[in-house]
């Protein structure tokens, strides 16, 4: 008889394999909207082991292509997508609404827009099979955010219900057109130029060069309308596929991009040959504007993080439970047990602050100023380091997995590619920790994160005598370092600062979640946060850890 000695966990349930998904969703969802959406959880979870996984794998190997004119030869700059991707567009758009669901009632059921936890912990589940697709779901959500925040009420109206449609043929996907040659990360050397037109609309003329969903029905745009140089000169435009008068705008994508990862989403460069635009909110104050929708698409890209290494570890933990070496099975093994561990601990932490820093979200959106300035320290935190974790928990996942994980037909390789977006989109990694910086020094972002941190740990289960100490004094520490680095704004420590605050609130949110949950391994969790990620280690000394075994059981059983 055959022994299939290769495991795969094709056909399991993602949610249902996931032993904190359902207990963390209780706590931090409203008992009423837990219960409604458990059942929709479980059938994602099933068909992101199932159907969704197939079609993901598909859309990855057929990327997009673009047939820049028509066989009459009129340019049409058309983008043409496999069906396995547009499959995945529709589950995505129309049966879940997740682009729509934080603006419009009626999405799932439900009788008013949902709460950022649990649209971020539906994506969350989603991006565990689809990564790609994730990008034009968040541009398209958080367009639609910026423009209710800032847009006339005339063009809101107008535009909002396209961009938040159900019905996918109804649907105008949104993106965000801001990377020049010259204007990366640098927005003051935007040279894209805004020209006001007679008739009070605008005409945009110059290249972007990084422009992901290249054919979305609407973009949002920076470009210089001023003759004031550096960022005063720049303003936020809303950038149609169609002219008001039903003529195509005149913009051409010009090639798409050959991505290491994302392969299944369309990215492009774009020329604007005078299209028209709305303009969006305050002249020369674009980038101002254009950063609430940067930072929205900040917490999108550290969720998928968590997402990308949710899944790595499950498929990690499911090989080695079945996977059989040397008369054991690989999860017995104590090295094993350690590196597993080890994934589990970032992949944990991501998704603790992906839910903290969702909580905050919704405050600040109400209108309180502590969860404003929480928020405004959260965003950067969570882009920079799940980001980077998230490069090393799927690059683990597929030395786990060994050579066949090398191997395009299994799905570590394409985690392992898509993981290494989030360090560089909306900001790398430098970028994103000098963020950091900036939220102590201009607002009371580092207050609140100490008074969260501590309310926190006040109402989370302790940790064990012998560590109280060692927790106070790093967390003291690390407070302290940001507090001074900021100030004498030393921009060599910024990323060390980030590090240390994202393991602080990721350390103090988990010991919550143990004592709101009931669950006993996220405090071992922390645990392995405090003793691995932020005390002093001696790297020649002999540590080992009885916990790790205690972390496994609650997945290998």
């Known amino acids: 008889?055959?022994?299939?000695?290769?495991?795969d966990s094709r056909g399991s349930n993602f949610f249902t394999l996931d032993p904190y998904s359902s207990a963390l969703l209780k706590t931090y969802l409203p008992p009423p909207l837990f219960a409604h959406l458990l059942p929709v959880f479980e059938e994602l979870g099933a068909a992101v082991g199932g159907r969704l996984d197939e079609l993901a794998d598909t859309a990855d190997k057929n990327p997009p292509h673009l047939l820049v004119r028509n066989r009459q030869g009129q340019?049409?700059?058309?983008?043409?997508?496999?069906?396995?991707?547009?499959?995945?567009?529709?589950?995505?758009?129309e049966k879940l609404g997740l682009a729509a669901m934080a603006h419009r009632p009626g999405v799932l059921g439900w009788s008013q827009p949902f709460p950022p936890v649990a649209k971020y912990a539906l994506t969350h589940l989603f991006v565990q099979a689809e990564f790609g697709l994730c990008c034009p779901v968040s541009m398209t959500d958080s367009l639609a955010r910026?423009?209710?925040?800032?847009?006339?009420?005339?063009?809101?109206?107008?535009?909002?219900?396209?961009?938040?449609?159900?019905?996918?043929?109804?649907?105008?996907?949104?993106?965000?057109?801001?990377?020049?040659?010259?204007?990366?990360?640098?927005?003051?050397?935007?040279?894209?130029?805004?020209?006001?037109?007679?008739?009070?609309h605008w005409r945009l003329t110059g290249d972007k060069w990084f422009c992901s969903n290249p054919d979305a029905g609407f973009a949002m745009v920076l470009a210089r309308s001023e003759e004031t140089a550096g960022l005063k000169g720049v303003s936020l435009f809303l950038l149609p596929k169609i002219c008001p008068d039903g003529t195509a705008n005149p913009y051409r994508i010009l090639r798409l991009k050959d991505k290491l990862g994302t392969r299944s989403m369309a990215s492009g460069e774009i020329r604007l040959e005078g299209a028209f635009a709305w303009l969006v909110g305050e002249r020369g104050k674009g980038f101002q504007q254009m950063a609430d929708m940067i930072n929205n698409s900040r917490l999108s890209n550290g969720m998928r993080a968590a997402g990308l290494m949710r899944r790595a570890v499950s498929e990690a933990v499911y090989f080695c439970s079945h996977r059989k070496a040397f008369g054991k099975r690989l999860i017995e093994m104590p090295l094993m047990q350690r590196q597993l561990v080890k994934m589990m601990t970032r992949a944990e932490q991501a998704r603790t602050v992906m839910f903290q820093t969702a909580m905050a979200l919704e405050?600040?959106?109400?209108?309180?100023?502590?969860?404003?300035?929480?928020?405004?320290?959260?965003?950067?935190?969570?882009?920079?380091?799940?980001?980077?974790d998230a490069r090393?928990?799927?690059?683990?996942?597929?030395?786990?997995?060994?050579?066949?994980?090398?191997?395009?037909?299994?799905?570590?390789?394409?985690?392992?590619?898509?993981?290494?977006?989030?360090?560089?989109?909306?900001?790398?990694?430098?970028?994103?920790?000098?963020?950091?910086?900036?939220?102590?020094?201009?607002?009371?972002?580092?207050?609140?994160?100490?008074?969260?941190?501590?309310?926190?740990?006040q109402t989370g289960t302790p940790c064990i005598q012998s560590m109280n100490a060692l927790q106070d004094e790093c967390i003291d520490r690390a407070f302290v370092l940001a507090r001074r680095v900021a100030d004498c704004d030393d921009a060599v420590m910024a990323r060390q600062v980030a590090s240390a605050l994202y393991h602080v609130i990721s350390l103090a949110g988990m010991r919550w979640e143990a004592s709101q949950a009931g669950l006993q391994t996220r405090a071992v969790l922390a645990d392995q946060?405090?003793?691995?990620?932020?005390?002093?280690?001696?790297?020649?000394?002999?540590?080992?850890?009885?916990?790790?075994?205690?972390?496994?059981?609650?997945?290998?059983?």
């Not at 309180?368 to 980077?388: E, M, N, Q």
């Open 75 to 93: 340019d049409a700059c058309t983008v043409t997508r496999h069906p396995a991707y547009v499959e995945l567009e529709k589950v995505a758009y």
């Open 392 to 457: 090393v928990v799927t690059g683990d996942a597929m030395e786990v997995r060994g050579g066949c994980g090398y191997i395009e037909e299994w799905v570590e390789s394409r985690l392992m590619r898509d993981a290494h977006l989030g360090s560089i989109w909306e900001g790398t990694s430098n970028i994103v920790a000098l963020d950091v910086l900036r939220a102590i020094r201009k607002s009371n972002g580092l207050q609140a994160l100490q008074s969260h941190v501590q309310s926190l740990l």
């Open 146 to 200: 910026t423009l209710k925040k800032f847009g006339d009420p005339a063009l809101v109206e107008q535009v909002l219900p396209q961009v938040t449609a159900i019905e996918f043929a109804d649907l105008q996907q949104g993106a965000m057109f801001m990377t020049e040659q010259a204007a990366g990360s640098d927005v003051s050397a935007t040279q894209v130029v805004a020209e006001l037109q007679g008739d009070g």
């Open 363 to 388: 405050k600040a959106d109400g209108g309180d100023a502590f969860s404003k300035d929480l928020l405004r320290i959260l965003t950067p935190l969570i882009k920079f380091r799940a980001c980077r």
């Open 1 to 7: 008889m055959e022994t299939n000695n290769i495991p």
């Open 529 to 557: 946060v405090l003793l691995h990620r932020l005390a002093p280690r001696d790297p020649l000394s002999q540590l080992k850890s009885e916990a790790d075994m205690q972390v496994l059981l609650a997945y290998a059983l």
